[in-house]
């Protein structure tokens, strides 16, 4: 192979052989260039590492995300490491990019538009200067810091200080919500635009249950509900029980005549979005209504409204924001309203009672879309008990 194909050939003379070593790095760098050209412009390889989009996902499925779907995003940091997203293999905090160049936000065309319920691989969305600031300047960092949880603050602080938007974690949710969409959530249901949203056939939700022997289940009940395990609750007189559990387990679990009811999210939670619990007491089971930004629209503006579109404003589109008083400035001027610049869209977990997602972190940038989840094509189940190949989930699409 010749990969200097549009240099003449020397006239008259004989033509050095490549050794071996030389052959084999050419088909070595050839392999690479493909491959990369492969995963940036039609599709990439994803695991999934937690069980938030359980049983539409399982830990441990391996899948193919089609760039192609919603057209293949231009890199925006081309001068990177092949096949590695933001650190070096076997490294922990070595960079594999270089911020040397960074090119716009570009996407090619593709066959088919965003659409509600699609389920998207994308960039975590907080990895910005706002919510990370060192400085103490920033007031969405104060806001944010005073209200999350430790728990919360600890899955924020896990990534570093700022990356490059493509260069952030990759996360996979569900497309709940489309630009110009309203979702509200009212007693663990989800509502779009005032109409009952997508519930998951599978999914997963959170339930207590109180078993006639005053036990958790054993192993052979916990294999027939598909479970890995519950923790135990309340006292010794009055012992319960939480599993995630679909309806079907449910209907099971009632059969065998223990007491199971649901296990509702509906105290105050800090933390979540948009991070002020004192002006709008929600959590996961209640929620909104937020309307989720579109291009070309506009939303008028004041201090109870600017916390939701607080980094839409400044991290995603580069506006400087001031706030006096009562009285907000954009980039220099007041303003008592806001067009936006791009789509946004609102990503839910199908396991929505362990589902870090748009609920604790807003919206989600057409930027950071990378692509739709497009086919299951490998699968195993393990745990300290067991290990084994889930042959049935193997060339099954993503719904």
């Known amino acids: 192979m010749k990969l200097f194909f ?9 033509q050095k052989k ?3 070593v030389r052959e084999w790095i050419d088909a070595a760098i050839f392999a690479v260039v493909v491959a990369t050209l492969i995963r940036t412009f039609l599709f990439e390889a994803f695991m999934i590492p937690s069980g938030s989009m359980e049983r539409t996902l399982l830990i441990h499925d391996y899948l193919f995300v089609s760039k192609i779907s919603y057209g293949p995003r231009i890199p925006m940091t081309p ?8 650190t070096l293999p076997f490294t922990k905090t070595t960079k594999a ?14 066959f088919s538009d965003i659409e509600r319920n699609d389920v998207i691989v994308f960039n975590y969305p907080c990895g910005d200067t706002a919510l990370y600031s060192k400085s103490g300047d920033d007031a969405d960092y104060y806001v944010m810091k005073r209200n999350m949880t430790p728990d919360t603050l600890k899955m924020f602080y896990s990534d570093p200080i700022y990356r490059p938007v493509d260069k952030r974690e990759t996360w996979i949710k569900r497309c709940v919500g ?3 969409d309203t979702i509200m959530v009212a007693d663990g249901q989800l509502f779009v635009n005032g109409k009952s949203g997508f519930e998951p056939p599978n999914a997963l939700t959170s339930y207590r249950v109180k078993t006639r022997s005053g036990k958790p289940f054993n192993d052979k ?4 509900l598909g479970l890995s395990g519950g923790y135990g609750l309340g006292t010794d007189s009055s012992r319960y029980y939480t599993y995630d559990l679909t309806k079907e387990a449910v209907a099971l679990v009632k059969k065998w005549g223990d007491t199971i009811y649901a296990d509702p999210k509906i105290q105050t939670r800090k933390g979540i979005f948009p991070g002020d619990p004192d002006k709008y007491a929600w959590s996961e089971d209640v929620y909104g209504p937020v309307y989720v930004p579109k291009k070309g629209a506009t939303v008028q503006l004041d201090t109870c409204v600017l916390p939701f579109y607080r980094r839409v404003i400044v991290n995603y589109e580069h506006n400087q924001l001031e706030v006096k008083g009562d009285k907000i400035f954009i980039n220099g ?9 791009m789509n946004y869209y609102w990503m839910m977990g199908d396991n929505r009672h362990q589902s870090i ?9 057409e930027d950071h879309l990378i692509g739709k989840a497009w086919v299951i094509w490998f699968s195993f189940h393990k745990t300290y008990k067991d290990f084994y190949i889930r042959w049935s989930r193997f060339f099954t699409l993503i719904k």
């Open 18 to 20: 490549k050794s071996k």
């Open 178 to 180: 489309i630009s110009g």
């Open 6 to 14: 549009w240099k003449r050939k020397t006239a008259g003379g004989p």
């Open 79 to 86: 001068l990177a490491f092949p096949f590695a997203n933001h």
């Open 97 to 110: 990019y270089s911020t040397a160049i960074q090119w716009p936000y570009r996407r090619l065309p593709g």
């Open 357 to 365: 997602d748009s609920r604790f972190w807003g919206f989600v940038p």
């Open 333 to 341: 001027r007041e303003t008592k309203a806001y067009t936006f610049k």
């Open 221 to 224: 009940q916990e294999k027939d």
